[in-house]
């Protein structure tokens, strides 16, 4: 008469056997979690939860602004220089609203008038965000009077004419800090003064 094994048994002796703690501690999975201290700007943490209210009342024209807000927030978060102020995801902000108002008089010259109103209605919901954000805007006034001040100051210090946008861009670097302004609007108003 031959012994024959039943699959369980097999299986049973081909285990190794492990002591209860260590069976326990088997299950156990090890998870590891990025500990960056950096909280999200605050802004970007009120546009998330605008997401979920304009999801909830179909607001269509405030549901594409955010989302493209979001999705231009998370394309940046991937490159060397991420969003982690409200400065800068304000200037982001300046950045999609400069691209509807192209937008704008593409679809003018187009003889568009469906395009343009919901464009113009997205950029309203964007200059929302950015009256909303906190973050000091300066007018045209006085960033030229701080610009005027920066170049007779560059002019007075003896710096020649080649280098003279980078010393202005030194001295209005601390006047300008925290705010919302136009890098490139500077740069013009530079060389109008300089010219």
């Known amino acids: 008469m031959s012994f024959k094994p039943s699959m369980q048994l097999l299986r ?14 088997a299950n156990r999975t090890c998870r590891f979690y990025s500990t960056t201290d950096d909280a999200p700007p605050p802004l970007l943490s009120k546009l998330k939860a ?16 955010l989302r493209a ?17 409200d400065i ?21 010259t187009a003889g568009r008038e469906d395009l343009v109103q919901k464009e113009e209605g997205q950029i309203k919901v964007l200059e929302e965000y950015v009256a909303g954000s906190g ?13 005027q001040e920066a170049v007779e100051a560059s002019k007075a ?24 302004v136009d890098k490139k609007e500077i740069a013009k108003m530079v060389k109008e003064l300089t010219a």
Do not use: C, F, H, Y
């Open 157 to 180: 210090a003896g710096i020649n004419l080649k280098s003279i946008m980078g010393d202005v861009m030194k001295r209005l670097s601390g006047a300008l800090e925290g705010k919302d």
């Open 12 to 25: 049973a002796l081909r285990a190794p056997r492990l002591s209860s703690s260590l069976r326990t501690s």
């Open 88 to 108: 800068q995801l304000v200037a982001l902000i300046r950045k999609i609203q400069k691209s509807s108002a192209d937008a704008v008089t593409e679809a003018k």
């Open 135 to 147: 973050v000091q805007t300066l007018g045209e006034a006085e960033l030229k009077a701080l610009v």
């Open 69 to 85: 807000i979001l999705s231009a927030n998370l394309n940046a978060s991937k490159t060397a220089s991420p969003i982690r102020t």
């Open 50 to 65: 605008d997401l979920k209210s304009a999801m909830r009342a179909k607001d269509a024209p405030r549901l594409a602004v």
